[in-house]
């Protein structure tokens, strides 16, 4: 088995470039960061960098080599905060979500206390694939797969955001086929304001030609208040924007947000708890994020 030290000196002149500046980054000594790249050429039986004028590259053995280290490197660490919370009886865990989940609801939460010790951003379509690389816990509003545990957090309404003098913004709420007659933005394929819009759309037979994709609800926001039309998403408003409930054909649309994780996850029962606690919280403080008479969670 390879060596904890000499996989971390690896990835260290991976991503620093140099021998170096990977010591400085380690607080290591050059010749032991030098030695520990050699021990482990020796386990793999081949070198694993090139020096070359602009730095250090891996060769074929090191490119190979990499994603491995990676995760070895990773799953120490992680193994070394895991028992550390398990003696100071103090569980903390590691959760996938993508930013503005990170933002309005996982960040809050942990200020109260949640036990969470750090969040790796991902984007919708990309969240569950981090349970394989280090997260305990993922949180997001595309339904988990069959092969995990999970449980939706809350229910969310879909919301139209546009500015006030926009003629869509004179009633209490705007039905989806009169957003489709005009431009529109809404986030990227993945999020589940377009998987809603879309399902809805392909069951009726309407078009999608007028949709903008954007990058993730502030900038759609922005580019709205700027006059590029409506957006929809689940986020409460900014820029000046107003919030009407989108609906089709009379009925509220929402998504879910979902907290799912391993089923073979050694602290399985931990992260329910925690599951728990994070439901009870967002209950209350999710609300408060949206104007009166916006949010409405009713299933």
Known sequence: MYGERELEAFVAVIDCGSVSVAAERLIRTQPTVSRQIASLERQVGAALFRRMPNGMMTTYAGERLEPMARDLVRRG???REVMTG???????????????????VLAPFIAQGGPISDVMIATPAET???LRTGA???VTTSPPASRLRGTRV?????????PASHPLADGEHVELSDLLAGPFLTSGRGSAAWAQIQQVTEGEGWSLEMVSLGADAPIIQAR????????VVVEPPRFGLVSRPLRHRGEAMRCALYASWERTHYAGDD???????????VGTHVPELYPEGIYSASA
């Open 77 to 79: 660490r992680r193994a």
């Open 86 to 104: 398990i003696v100071q009886e103090q569980r903390s865990f590691v959760v996938a979500a993508p930013e503005m989940t990170s933002v309005l």
């Open 128 to 130: 569950y694939d981090r």
């Open 154 to 162: 809350m229910t969310l309404p879909l919301l139209c955001q546009l």
């Open 271 to 281: 992260i329910r708890r925690m599951v728990r606690e994070l439901t009870a919280f």
């Open 136 to 138: 305990d816990l993922a």
């Open 224 to 231: 709205s208040a700027a006059g590029y039309g409506p957006c």
